[in-house]
């Protein structure tokens, strides 16, 4: 964080909105999922078992595709689709800057190269019609992120891609609801990359899954997840008879746990109730924040285009900078001060040290994607809150606005 600007005033309130601290993205868990890990711990396998199983059942059923294959985490998600892809050195992949950098991470890992497309300042997903002129003959796939869990649009991407004969892998690390025009996300892409961190829309505490509609991607990404050791290789632990397994690619150890399966299982029946709860807040926040220095989220066109769903995964305020007389860095530190944990997503990732060393950015070569990197803040919209905690949220930042504008 940087520090604060000369003059400006320190954090700590002496009147505080809250005296208890509220935590940024802290899940809603319950009994039930408190019992189902009880449950797995006395049935001895808390290794890749059953459990697993049946969570990649519910959430393939959910999304409505062929497969869905839970991993450790969606940075092993999206790594595996890049290799399941066949990616690697001398590629491009089109990405956005405006991600977490498990995104482009997932790319240079495999020895290709992002290639940064600036994001549309509305919906702050990837600018569609700044594709194609990014598509040189390297360039292998497209990898847009459903940003706070607003869906790209799908349909122009889609098209690029079938027009340069690249593949399309989605990071829906914040998307697992959205759909786009009557299609689930997760099945239209060739893969989509789900997570269930501790912050997201549903929680395993470490947690990912792909979906993906092709037997034979879906059959790698099972493979090299699990050390490259030939279909079922777990199995060689149960009762259903000894098999010698054979290694047939140099994999990882991405296998996602019963333990965390345990928590999925519970949370997938939860998804719609946590969802409605989101969407109830975010509408209190639209109402509040109308009329401070700083822009709420673009409406969606849910109202006229009903067969598209926002996840609303992220609350982000646009700060109106130019109205404040302090920076968004002091702005999180207040509200900090006034008990309110906030998140910052994200800082452009050409601006970050590694991409900007490694490929030679200038802050300016994303001008969208800066601009939100220096005004955004996200505030706390997990379905755990209370209506005491929305009123708080409310309160302090129009406290913390109204007092520096
Ligand atoms: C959280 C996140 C990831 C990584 O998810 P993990 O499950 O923590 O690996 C990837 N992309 C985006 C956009 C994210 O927000």
């Not at 899940?27 to 459990?51: C, F, H, K, M, N």
């Not at 998600?77 to 491009?92: N, R, T, V, Y």
């Not at 109202?303 to 609350?315: C, F, K, N, S």
């Not at 996200?378 to 809150?385: D, E, G, V």
């Amino acid at each position: 964080m940087k520090p604060h600007p000369a003059g400006a005033p320190r954090a700590a309130s002496s009147d505080p909105v809250r005296k208890q601290f509220l935590v940024f993205g802290s899940p809603a868990l319950g009994e039930a999922e408190i019992q189902e890990v009880v449950d797995t711990l006395r049935s001895g396998w808390i290794g890749t078992g059953p459990r697993v199983a049946r969570f990649e059942e519910m959430f393939r059923g959910y999304i409505g595709s062929p497969h869905a294959l839970a991993l450790n985490s969606c940075t092993a998600a999206l790594h595996l689709s890049m290799i399941a892809a066949g990616i690697g050195p001398g590629d491009e992949v089109i990405t956005t800057p405006h991600t977490f950098a498990a995104t482009a991470n997932s790319i240079v890992h495999t020895g290709a190269t992002p290639v940064f497309v600036d994001v549309d300042q509305a919906t702050q997903n990837i600018d569609p019609s700044l594709i194609e002129r990014a598509v040189t003959p390297r360039t292998r796939a497209i990898l847009p992120v459903h940003f706070a869990g607003r869906p790209c649009e799908m349909d122009p991407i889609m098209s690029v891609a079938r027009r340069h004969g690249l593949r399309v892998i989605e990071d829906a690390a914040h998307a697992i609801e959205s759909v786009y025009r009557g299609r689930h996300i997760g099945t239209i892409g060739d893969a989509a990359c789900f997570s269930f961190y501790v912050t997201k829309n549903i929680v395993t505490g470490e947690g990912g899954m792909v979906t993906t509609s092709d037997d034979t991607w879906a059959e790698k990404i099972q493979t090299y997840g699990l050390h490259g050791l030939s279909k079922g290789a777990w199995k060689r632990y149960s009762d259903s008879g000894f098999v010698h397994y054979q290694v047939l690619y140099p994999g990882f150890k991405y296998n996602m746990t019963d333990m965390q399966a345990a928590l999925g299982i519970r949370q997938m029946e939860r998804i719609d109730a946590y969802a409605a709860r989101r969407r109830e807040i975010w509408s209190r926040y639209d109402k509040a924040f109308s009329d401070l220095p700083a822009a709420v989220p673009s409406p969606m066109r849910e109202d006229t285009e009903p067969a598209t769903v926002h996840a609303r995964h992220l609350y982000t305020l646009l700060l109106d900078v130019e109205r404040l007389n302090i920076d968004r860095d002091a702005v999180v530190e207040e509200l900090k001060g006034e008990g309110i944990g906030t998140g910052i997503h994200f800082i452009s990732l050409h601006l970050h040290p590694y991409y900007r060393e490694r490929f030679g950015f200038s802050p300016d070569d994303f001008p969208q994607a800066r601009h939100i990197s220096e005004r955004t803040v996200s505030l706390p919209l997990s379905a755990r809150l209370s209506d005491q905690d929305v009123d708080d949220v409310i309160t302090a930042v129009r406290k913390v606005l109204l007092r520096h504008s």
